[in-house]
DNA sequence: ACCCAATTTAGATTTAGTCTAAATACAGAC
DNA sequence: GTCTGTATTTAGACTAAATCTAAATTGGGT
């Protein structure tokens, strides 16, 4: 059901080192759609081995070809990397900027009203507002 | 009905300068999502006047702030405006990258489905695949 | 015409991301 | 286990997008 990062990375087809694996596991437990820098930064810190720069944007792409990861866009000049792949969307807190994953269930299918004009691969809604922190 | 660039600006309480007003006539009459670059080159070129990267950033973040265009996030790295402020949505071709309007009434409305917990203040949808050519 | 605040400017700086070419690691053949 | 070739990693140079700075210019109000 949920797989470890080994198994992730072997079942797409993305051959182990001790640095993918690294970074596939540090985003495989955090909710918070870091950036490249900040998975440099939070990886570096808990490894005995060095990991470069290149190597995290390598790795990175690597992976989002692969369908391990996602790439985020929700502002602007900065990518945010999600290894949560199930469909789903996000939700920005403007105040904290936090992000927030929401379910593609929480929404209508929305994919199919464009009709034959648009042939859609993928879509991805995000919304930006308040969440109520007494319903986290 | 349909404002020109002048009254716009007025409207939204945004100084006239000849620069602001060149650069919002600019992106009223392209459909082309436009970089900053873009912008810069495109408006250059017309002008008998200088025009500096600086302004085109503070003019289009003025803009942005006062409510007169819109920044798009479709792809990494790079932040594109619309002059479009109707509640609207994009449709990326990802063959050409051409980048497609998608009036809010077209897709159901989804600000509501998610509840107390959050509050939605805007949200965008981003679909990305093939535009078919013929239905153009 | 003068003044003051807002705007524009060139160019330096910062930040995100890419590229390069050398060093290292690793899987398969033996 | 060692060899061998390809893939991966690396440091650091480089590029591109965006911001900052401080001086020059503009333009509305008197």
Known sequence: MSFTAKELL???GVKLT??????TEYLMQTYEHPTADEILAAVAEKLPMALSRATVYNTLKTLVDAGVI?????EPGRTRYDANTSEHHHFVDVKSGRIVDIPQEMLPDIQKVLGDK???????????????????
């Open 10 to 12: 072997t079942k797409r």
């Open 118 to 136: 648009y042939n859609v691969k993928s879509y991805t809604v995000t919304f930006y507002g308040d969440l109520n922190e007494d319903s986290k």
């Open 70 to 74: 996602r790439e985020v866009l929700t």
């Open 18 to 23: 001790s640095q993918r694996l690294v970074i």
